[in-house]
């Protein structure tokens, strides 16, 4: 570990490792009046939601480094108070980088990045119509903080009104793959938020998960399953008794499955396409042969079924693990 104070470290060293260890970053795409009325157009990744009754957000422009002087949008919302913040999608993230160049005052960055300027409803700032989703924001508060290059300017604003597309909607949510969101990290790197980036974990709220410790301790000696593994299966409520386990494993002993073959070569065939069920019922009927590997088998069958979603079925079978382990019986 690098171990060090912000005070022993020039100002960019310290932006540049914060850059690279918060993200990724959400980007604000901020349009701003000058008290002139001159359109400005700026991204900003130190930025977040905080609240949403009511809707508060915040964003944060910076002193420039290399002057410390105060960005156009901060002379422009200590002002006028009103900004709209919009979502950047993967589509817009060319323009949008445009649009942070540091163009002079009275430069539109409408014009300089080619995005579409739209009347607000509530506000005077107009919205950017290739983004699908915009606020439209008061500001409520300004917190700074030092004076150098880099220093914080925190606008915490108020959202007036929200203006959503309804094709980024599937199942009454805003789902990741239709909006394409890209955020900020360090350097010149962005990160798409869809497809296989994205990913799904179960939100305890409506439960309280065993934890951790009280995983059963051969589980937690396995070499087979991953930390994420182990928190995953330490998110169920209560763990499958030792009747429940056998009777779960007689039902797939019994069970007759079409083209399956009891083999373990087939075992590894039915691991490749996660097919558990299979893999589990090839392990059973190997399992008279005593075969060494067996414990292992049947953990990268748990963990399958467990990344697979199936909960129940990842539980019984890592229970039925515990006959291979010498320690103590099933919790
Ligand atoms: C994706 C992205 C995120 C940025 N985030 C910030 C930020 O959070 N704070 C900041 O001060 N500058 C940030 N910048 C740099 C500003 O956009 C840049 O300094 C811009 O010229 C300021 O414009 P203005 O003077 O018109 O307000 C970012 C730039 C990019 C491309």
Redesign the pocket.
């Known amino acids: 570990m690098l171990h060090f104070e912000p005070k022993d470290l020039p100002q960019p060293q310290v932006h540049k490792i914060m850059l690279g260890g918060i993200a990724p970053r959400p ?1 604000a795409l901020v349009s701003s009046l000058s008290e002139d009325g001159i359109p ?1 157009l ?6 977040n939601a905080f609240g949403s009754n009511p809707p508060i957000i915040a ?4 002193r ?1 480094g290399k002057d410390a002087t105060f ?4 002379n422009n919302l200590i002002k006028t108070k009103e900004c709209v913040v919009q979502s950047v999608t993967y589509d817009m993230v060319e323009q ?2 445009l ?5 002079l ?1 009275e430069v539109n ?1 409408f014009e300089k990045s080619g995005l579409t300027p739209i009347d607000s409803d509530l506000i005077k700032p107009k919205r950017v119509k290739e983004s699908p989703f915009q606020m439209e924001c008061k500001v409520r508060d300004v917190m700074s903080y030092g004076k150098g290059g880099g220093s914080a300017n925190i606008f915490i604003c108020e959202v007036l009104k929200f203006h959503v597309a309804e094709d980024i909607f599937k199942n009454g949510i805003i789902h990741p793959d239709l909006i394409d969101l890209v955020s ?1 990290m360090s350097a010149n790197f ?1 990160c798409r938020a869809s497809g296989q980036a994205v990913f799904e974990v179960e939100k305890p709220v409506l439960k309280k998960g065993i934890g951790y410790d009280n995983l059963p301790s051969f589980m937690k000696l396995s070499h087979v399953y991953s930390a994420n593994n182990l928190g995953k299966f330490a998110n169920i409520e209560k763990i499958p008794d030792e009747d429940e386990v056998y009777k779960f494993i007689n039902e797939i002993r019994e069970s007759k499955l079409e083209n399956y073959e009891p083999t373990e070569e087939a075992f590894f065939r039915y691991r490749k396409v996660k097919n558990y069920r299979y893999m589990l019922k090839a392990l059973l009927d190997i399992e008279s042969e005593n075969h060494p590997k067996l414990k292992i088998y049947l953990e990268m069958t748990a963990k399958i079924a467990l990344e697979s979603n199936d909960i129940d079925f990842a539980w019984k079978t890592a229970l039925y693990t515990e006959k291979f382990y010498s320690t103590n019986k099933i919790k």
């Open positions: 980007i400005n700026t991204p900003f990744s130190f930025f964003f944060s422009p910076a420039r960005k156009d949008t901060y949008i980088s649009a942070s160049t540091e163009y005052p960055e900020r962005y």
